[in-house]
């Protein structure tokens, strides 16, 4: 029952409004609740002329539509002061409770339940406010989806491993070929005891990736039967021991002996578990879910274990080291899975408890990331650029290096072709410096599309396969598939189309071939993708601009929701082309207006 004097609006299935603990006379006309839903998701006001042509498109009158549309939602919400002005501002009362913002706020709670937003209502508007509200409803789903998963982690860390398996088989439920989610159920069965129960479900995972997908799932998915991320401590367990094994662990890495670096810092956590040292326990667990995130690909879901662990471990007076490190960990995975509403909050405490210089650049840059990736780009610039001066004063060229290539890739994104090649020239200064190959070939294929962008074919396809060849001998499917949808985009400037085609397809299969793939790459993948197969008259472009829609709504990635529903309007799609202008409107990236300009678009 809520609160005596509080408002609750419930927009999360069937839409009600309640008042004092009593529901309220739903407003007169269906509309009420679609004008309600699009002023609480815009971002910016709305004015009352578009609002009255997006909802009203048939009647005689849209503004006289709408001023009576108004009158009834001021009504139900308890006043005239509640929606005023042009454009139109949506002003609620003090302590409102509204499900829909709490489930995109700060502290959101999977009790919001998992309605769909206005469930099954037929609302007569506009073809691009459908579109919108279908976008809408992805992005809501996918964030109560990532909410289900971070619960039944966290039932995970503190051992309340029944629960774990019930949220995480939830979370099976809504989406069978998620490989993170059947990972994450197998994973809960073998924490909870039930060794058979997990073994059964790896196998039955299989067996759908199998039948479904045609491929086989990462080997991560039977390994999570094994439910520990380090083995069965030894008896008596020593503090120094832990210690050894960590710093080898560390050596090892860096000297490129991933595997043995890995089973080292296994051995550390064995360690320090039974030594009772609880901090060191912690920060062991922190460097295997570190290692595991970055050094080796399809162990994603172990990290964030170990990562998880490491903060139930520590207790009640953790390390303020360890947590910062943590926090900004389990950020990087989530931001890299698409889960972007998950990586949010655990930046926001790294960036809460972020004391020190490196500290402070480490966070911000993987919050640059996180940031681009949802196409924030005036604030991802800001963070990254902050992020390099401060390595930079820190002397730390390869933290610097990583800022820049993040600051580049938003330049490259946006079409200041200037700004990027400068920033990424920089970039390969500090990673030739440092010797850091491993990030060559990201910078390295961006420059290549630069030089594309800018006429210089020949110096792109020489660079261009140059980086391509060292991100395939480094093995890292994210470089992998960015330099095969570069090398598309290169066939499409020769007029090459079924070449790029096939670049492109390549470029999918080879971003999304392990379970824990970066999920921003894999869909500026499948944009290109679509794009293509539209030219063509590809019978498959339906399918994959589909596809894009779904991926893009449920990560948050905001200007690849945009470039699906153009796609869609290509495809003939009612509606699409205006609705990808809607959702294009708080997007700061002069190439994608221009690109809603192209006459394609006003087609």
């Known amino acids: 029952m809520a609160a005596p004097g509080k408002l609750v609006i419930r927009l999360l299935g069937t839409p009600q409004v309640e008042r004092d603990g009593e529901a309220v006379a739903a407003p007169r006309g269906r509309k009420c609740w679609a004008l309600l839903a699009y002023l609480l998701l815009r971002e910016r006001p709305v004015s009352r002329l578009a609002l009255a042509e997006l909802l009203f498109p ?112 939830l979370c099976v439920a809504r989406d069978p070929l998620d490989e993170n989610h059947q990972e994450l159920l197998v994973r809960c069965l073998a924490a909870n005891g039930d060794e058979e129960a997990a073994v059964r479900q790896a196998e039955a995972g299989v067996k759908l990736f199998r039948e479904q997908l045609g491929r086989e799932p990462g080997p991560a998915l039977r390994e999570a039967a094994r439910a520990r991320v380090a083995p069965t401590p030894p008896a008596g367990g020593d503090a120094g021991a832990a210690q050894a094994q960590l710093a080898a662990g560390h050596a090892a890495i860096e000297a490129g002996a991933v595997e043995p670096g890995i089973d080292c810092l296994r ?110 780009y005036e604030a991802a610039l800001k963070l990254a650029d902050e992020s390099t001066q401060r390595a930079l004063q820190a002397g730390d060229r390869r933290s610097a290096a990583y800022s820049l290539s993040l600051a580049g890739r938003v330049h490259l994104l946006r079409g200041d072709v200037g700004r990027a090649q400068a920033t990424l020239w920089r970039c390969l200064t500090h990673v030739t410096a440092t010797g850091w190959v491993g990030l060559r070939p990201w910078a390295e294929i961006m420059l290549a599309e630069v030089e594309l962008m800018t006429g210089r074919l020949e110096t792109s396809r020489e660079r261009l396969e140059t980086a391509y060849d060292l991100a395939c001998r480094l093995g890292d499917p994210c470089w992998e598939g960015m330099g095969a949808r570069a090398h598309g985009l290169l066939q499409m400037a020769n007029g090459e189309l079924e070449l790029a085609r096939d670049w492109f397809a390549e470029a999918r299969r080879r971003a999304s071939r392990v379970s824990d793939r970066y999920v921003w790459v894999y869909a500026h993948s499948l944009d290109a993708a679509a794009g293509v197969a539209i030219e063509l008259g590809d019978p498959e472009a339906r399918e994959l601009v589909s596809e894009l829609t779904e991926l893009a709504a449920r990560s948050g990635m905001r200007e690849l929701v945009v470039r699906a529903r153009l796609h869609a309007g290509h495809l003939g799609e009612p509606g699409a082309l205006d609705a990808a202008r809607l959702l294009a409107a708080d997007i700061d990236n002069p190439a994608l207006a221009n690109l809603l300009r192209e006459p394609a678009a006003a087609a």
Request: glycine share 10%; charged share 25%.
């Open 267 to 376: 051995l550390s956590c064995a360690e320090a578990e039974a030594s009772g040292d609880t901090n060191l326990h912690a920060r062991c667990l922190v460097a295997l879910g570190t290692a595991l995130a970055h050094s080796v690909r399809g162990r994603d879901g172990e990290a964030a274990a170990a990562l998880r662990a490491a903060l139930t471990v520590a207790g009640e007076t953790p390390e303020r080291e360890m947590v910062v490190a943590a926090c900004r960990e389990l950020g990087f995975v989530e931001s890299q899975a698409g889960r972007v509403s998950a990586a949010g909050r655990w930046l926001a405490r790294a960036t809460e408890l972020a004391s020190t210089n490196e500290e402070q650049y480490s966070v911000l840059a993987v919050r640059a990331l996180t940031l681009s990736d949802r196409a924030h």
């Open 58 to 169: 048939d009647a005689e009158d849209p503004l006289r539509a709408l001023r009576w549309t108004l009158v009834e939602l001021r009504r139900t919400l308890g006043g005239s002061e509640v929606l005023h002005g042009d454009p139109l501002v949506l002003e609620l009362p003090p302590g409102t409770e509204v499900d829909v913002l709490t489930l995109t706020g700060d502290a959101p709670s999977i009790s919001v339940g998992d309605g769909e937003l206005l469930e099954g209502a037929d609302f007569g508007a506009t073809p691009a406010f459908d579109s919108w509200l279908g976008v809408e409803r992805r992005m809501l789903a996918g964030i109560y989806e990532q909410l289900l998963r971070n619960e039944a982690l966290t039932l995970l860390a503190e051992g309340e491993t029944g629960e774990a398996v019930r949220i995480a088989a």
